[in-house]
């Protein structure tokens, strides 16, 4: 079993930052891609960004400039710093990760999510 657990949610300004964790667990080989999406109430899940082993980072139009995401392969985690909030980043922000669970599987796996709230 692999579990992705996110952390650093919370409620905060506009114009506040904030920092989110996702820290995967359980027995795998290694992981690929990484990335976080968010969903607001009545909206599908959106990419904010995703970050791959080795290469290029990509972000959502809306995020550019003002998140960055990052990893740390040794701890298996990825971070999302978000600067500049506003109200309409305002949603339940989910990290994935493509584990590869043997030398011939991959799997996609999500994090429970965690909420974000930004005050006007």
């Known amino acids: 079993q692999v579990q992705l657990v996110e952390s650093g949610g919370g409620l905060v300004q506009a114009g506040g930052s904030l920092r989110l964790s996702c820290a995967a667990s359980g027995s795998f080989v290694s992981i690929n891609e990484m990335g976080w999406y968010r969903q607001a109430p009545g909206k599908q899940r959106d990419l904010v960004a995703t970050i791959p082993t080795g290469g290029r980072t990509n972000y959502a139009d809306s995020v550019k400039g003002r998140f960055t995401i990052s990893r740390d392969n040794a701890k298996n985690t990825v971070y999302l710093q978000m600067n500049s909030l506003r109200p309409e980043d305002t949603a339940v922000y989910y990290c994935?990760?493509?584990?590869?669970?043997?030398?011939?599987?991959?799997?996609?796996?999500w994090g429970q999510g965690t909420q974000v709230t930004v005050s006007s």
């Open positions: 994935k990760a493509d584990v590869r669970r043997t030398w011939y599987q991959t799997v996609e796996t």
